[in-house]
Structures are given as C-alpha cells and as structure tokens.
C-alpha cells in the first residue's frame, strides 16, 4: 500500500522569507511523486513531479521540490514566499513499480499562510 | 496537458434525491477518475471511470450510490444517488494524458450542498 504524510496542517511565513512544505512517503517501489496547490473555491492544480533523475525538481510559480529517498520525504521549497503563496497544497504519490494504475494517494493537505 | 471541466459547479439537493455530474475533457485522455474532498479533508479516489464498461471502485463506495458511466474518452458522468447531508462535498474529475506521465489534471470540481 502506498501512503502519504504531511505533518503540519498549516505553515505561516512572512513574505519574502523561505518557505518548506513537509511531505513524507511510502511505496512498495519505486515512487512517482507530486504537489498539487488549491486556492479558495478551486480545483487542483499541479505544481511539479518527480519521477526520475535529479533529486531537485523545479515546478510552477518559482516552487521547487527535493527528493530524498533516504528520509523518503519529498519537501516543497521557495525561496521567497509571496503573499499569493498562500493556498492548501498537497503532496501526492503514485507506485511506480506496480503502475497504481495511474493511481495517485493524497497526503491530507498544509494550509500555507503568507503574511505581510 | 488537458484542461476538464465540470458541471455544475455547484448545487444545492435536497436530501433523498439524486444528482449527476458531468465531465468533458479538450483531448483525449487514457483514464479517468472521480475524487470525492469533503469539508476541511484531503481527496479521497470513489472510483475509475473504465471507457465502454463498469467503473472500478475503491474500498467504501459501491456502484448503487456512485453510478458512473464513462461512454467514450473525453467524457463521464458520476451520479451521487440518494444524497444525506453526508454526501456534502467537492467531487472532483481528474484524468491523465495520453502520455501517461502519471500526472493528473483536474476539474475545477462541483461543491454539492445537501440539505
């Protein structure tokens, strides 16, 4: 079974400070891993992915994510947050050994707080 | 990338009746999902929409309460049938592109209130 963990329900940072979204996994094998933002009133919109290759994978809107399978976390980064940051992210993984079936396990969402 | 959308978007139901979603996406698409996000809570997969047969379902929801049907590959409808207060939620569509990069796109999603 596969699994995901996102400690904090909600991170407050002023604007301009760096910013760190915390995700942790667990896959039977290889693991396909994602973070999806949702603003107010809104569906999900995907932000970056890790599938292969270099640990740090850069996405949407400056937000970049580093792989680490050791700690099997895969953390969302900014280097400056903004104050149009603030939004629910989730982290997101999919079994890349057994396929899933295209099957995504969503972590239960961090409520990101960007403050002047 | 493929962009969905939904309708409606959302919708007041009275207890005990039922009400079905639709959902059209611009290209064609290998599969497709339907995810339920009650009040405050994370995604939750109902089911795979199967193009041209039964939807499969996950643990916990059952084809009489979630009928889906998925008649070709860019659009399915879920029907949320019986409806209680406690179908009160966002369903949303998702699907993945041809390229089957694992990535899913998403509807914009329909918040149904049931009274």
């Known amino acids: 079974a596969q699994s995901v963990a996102q400690p904090e329900d909600q991170v407050n940072v002023a604007e301009g400070n760096p910013l760190t979204v915390k995700c942790t996994y667990s896959v039977s094998g290889n693991p396909y891993l994602f973070w999806y933002v949702q603003y107010p009133n809104r569906g999900l919109q995907f932000l970056l992915k890790y599938i292969t290759g270099d640990n740090l994978v850069k996405g949407s809107y400056g937000f970049e994510a580093e792989f680490n399978k050791s700690q099997t976390s895969f953390h969302l980064k900014k280097p400056s947050a903004l104050v149009s940051d603030s939004a629910l992210y989730f982290c997101a993984v999919r079994d890349g050994l057994t396929g899933g079936g295209n099957k995504l396990t969503f972590g239960t969402g961090t409520q990101l707080k960007v403050e002047l | 990338s493929a962009v969905i959308s939904q309708k409606p978007s959302r919708d007041i139901c009275q207890r005990g009746t039922s009400l079905t979603i639709q959902c059209q996406v611009d290209s064609q698409v290998t599969m497709m999902f339907w995810y339920r996000q009650q009040p405050g809570q994370s995604l939750t997969l109902i089911a795979t929409a199967n193009q041209g047969s039964e939807a499969t379902y996950e643990s916990g929801f059952v084809i009489d309460k979630f009928p889906i049907s998925r008649p070709n590959l860019t659009f399915s409808t879920l029907t949320v049938s019986n409806m209680s207060p406690e179908d009160s939620s966002i369903y949303l569509c998702?699907?993945?592109?041809?390229?089957?990069?694992?990535?899913?796109?998403f509807g914009e999603g329909s918040r149904l209130t049931v009274l």
């Open positions: 998702s699907a993945t592109d041809r390229a089957n990069t694992g990535e899913l796109f």
